[in-house]
């Protein structure tokens, strides 16, 4: 089951998340992920006011939920004050999980 780990809080590329990205990769469960520039450069369609502020994503692929979350606890943002991690299910073309 894919799922969409979404880094909320302002920028901060400058975090260690170097122990999630191994574990995920050498787990064969890490399907990609990148840093996402300043909200200051996003647009939004339609035009509406500021836009959240997420600071980066993976995307995983894992046997279940609770995998998932072990994963997402490894990041360094799921400890923070001011940020946090939030885990959805990518759903399929027929709308299933």
């Keep these: 089951m894919r799922f969409l780990l979404i880094l909320h809080g302002e920028s901060r590329a400058d975090l260690p998340r170097t122990n999630f990205e191994h574990t995920a990769r050498d787990a064969g469960e890490l399907i990609g992920g990148e840093l996402l520039a300043h909200p200051q450069l ?3 369609v ?6 959240t502020a997420i600071d980066a994503y993976y995307v995983v692929d894992v046997e279940h939920l609770d995998r998932a979350l ?6 360094p943002d799921a400890r923070l ?4 991690v939030e885990v959805r299910p990518i759903m399929r ?3 299933e999980l």
């Design 70 to 75: 072990e994963l997402a606890r490894l990041l």
């Design 93 to 95: 073309r027929s709308g």
């Design 81 to 84: 004050d001011g940020r946090y």
């Design 42 to 44: 996003a647009v939004t």
């Design 46 to 51: 339609p035009d509406r006011p500021g836009p």
